[in-house]
């Protein structure tokens, strides 16, 4: 059996289906450095957040110990505070 010689047809589909496999290596080397890029960057943003959150948490028990604090020096001062406080939030409720 005689083998067909490649016509220019033939050739030319070759070079299109070569230059179409190179663009979508390329596409793929793009994406793969993207996805890279997503993944650093989420983690350093949950690394910020995770530190904004614990330095939150110190700062409001910091506010809860002044707090308490503050109603174990003067009880009836934080009583009174607190009884008015429901008193003027049970009126506004009311209406």
Same mark, same amino acid.
């Given at each position: &059996?005689?083998?067909?010689?490649?016509?220019?047809? !033939?050739? +030319?589909? !070759?070079?299109?289906?070569?230059?179409?496999?190179?663009?979508? %290596?390329?596409?793929?080397?793009?994406?793969? +450095?993207?996805?890279?890029?997503?993944?650093?960057?989420?983690?350093?943003?949950?690394?910020?957040?995770?530190?904004?959150? !614990?330095? #939150?948490?110190?700062?409001? @028990?910091?506010?809860?110990? +002044?707090?308490?604090?503050?109603?174990?020096? %003067?009880?009836?001062?934080?009583?009174?505070?607190?009884?008015?406080?429901?008193? &003027?939030?049970? @009126? #506004?409720? @009311?209406?």
């Amino acid at each position: &059996m005689a083998t067909k010689a490649k016509t220019a047809k !033939d050739t +030319e589909k !070759d070079s299109i289906v070569e230059e179409a496999v190179e663009q979508l %290596h390329e596409a793929k080397e793009q994406l793969t +450095e993207a996805v890279n890029a997503g993944r650093k960057a989420a983690s350093e943003a949950g690394a910020a957040a995770s530190a904004e959150i !614990d330095e #939150l948490v110190g700062k409001g @028990r910091n506010v809860l110990c +002044e707090a308490q604090g503050l109603i174990r020096k %003067h009880p009836v001062a934080a009583f009174g505070v607190a009884f008015a406080a429901g008193w &003027m939030l049970s @009126r #506004l409720t @009311r209406r």
